[in-house]
């Protein structure tokens, strides 16, 4: 009897209750709008007047994470932090799809500048994400190459030294979960709201240079922050990056899994080692681009559907 009623103890103490699903108010879509550090979210709130009285704002917490949900220029929006890195990012963007009836996904935040053409207060806007940190570490084979697993025999991509790059597997119903995918796309249609909002933004300077904002091309993302200029070179090389950040292609795998549309706005507050032996970024500079970074991303939001 003892060993009988002992694992069900156990299982009710480690298993969390079922929380249950926030249904939405009315028949309108429900834009999630994430950024990833605490400072993304301020500028996000900032933008949004997410916390000033009479904002119309609720506030509930899931798993520690808190969610505002209010709405914005007529569009239904819930704003919280995905956390930074890529588990963060996945599982919190997964909390919110669970318990949310999220039917878009809209990202502002920071990045670091790839794309040698962008400089630092830029924006971008990437049409699909890729995982440059996604490798195998090989040994050399003491004749100036390194011992090749058979399944590595033949690789797409140039490495860099022992780190030899490779796609990820992505689960979703219905696909082959052993096919390799190299990039997940953003959304199209949120991508040429995107395009219509770029015309309407106002004019906004950064340090006295005037920013631009461009949408297409790849952005990649890995755990590591990246201040290295030899490692920049070859991530341009390989994927011809805009910008690399520590989030997005988990949000985008996320999102692929869940069939739910994604696009991601991204600031360069940095030149991920492209300054050379300089700091890599500076609290004003930081700051600044937030806040152009928020306004695209609610120039965004003005272009999708109510």
């Not at 808190?66 to 704003?79: I, K, T, Y």
């Not at 390194?146 to 690789?155: C, E, H, T």
């Not at 300077?205 to 920049?232: F, I, K, Q």
Request: glycine share 10%.
């Amino acid at each position: 009897m003892k060993r009988t009623i002992l694992p069900a103890l156990l299982l009710l103490l480690v298993v969390p209750a079922a929380v249950p699903r926030v249904q939405a108010a009315d028949g309108r879509p429900l834009v999630a709008v994430l950024g990833a550090f605490p400072m993304e979210i301020a500028a996000l709130h900032t933008e949004f007047g997410i916390d000033a009285p009479g904002s119309g704002f609720t506030h509930t917490t899931l798993g520690g994470v808190r969610f505002d949900r209010g709405d914005v220029d007529g569009h239904d929006v819930l704003v919280f932090q995905a956390g930074p890195s890529l588990v963060n990012a996945a599982f919190k963007l997964q909390l919110a799809l669970d318990h949310f009836p999220v039917t878009q996904v809209l990202f502002g935040g920071i990045a670091g500048g790839i794309d040698p053409s962008r400089q630092v207060g830029d924006v971008v806007i990437p049409e699909r994400w890729a995982y440059h940190s996604e490798a195998a570490y090989l040994n050399e084979d003491g004749h100036g190459d390194y011992v090749r697993p058979s399944y590595y025999a033949k690789a797409d991509s140039e490495h860099f030294g022992m780190i030899f790059p490779q796609s990820v597997y992505g689960v979703r119903e219905g696909d082959n979960p052993y096919a390799p995918i190299p990039f997940f796309p953003a959304d199209p249609g949120m991508l040429e709201a995107a395009r219509r909002a770029v015309p309407k933004l106002p004019a906004m300077m950064r340090s006295g240079h005037a920013v631009t904002t461009t949408v297409g091309g790849v952005g990649v993302s890995g755990t590591v922050l990246l201040d290295n200029a030899e490692y920049r070179e070859w991530v341009f090389k390989v994927w011809q990056a805009r910008c690399v950040d520590m989030e997005s292609a988990a949000l985008a795998q996320v999102c692929f899994a869940n069939g739910k549309p994604l696009l991601v706005v991204r600031g360069l507050s940095d030149l991920a080692g492209g300054q050379k032996g300089k700091e890599l970024t500076d609290m004003k500079a930081l700051m600044e681009v937030l806040g152009v970074t928020a306004k695209v991303a609610h120039g965004v939001l003005d272009e999708l559907p109510k």
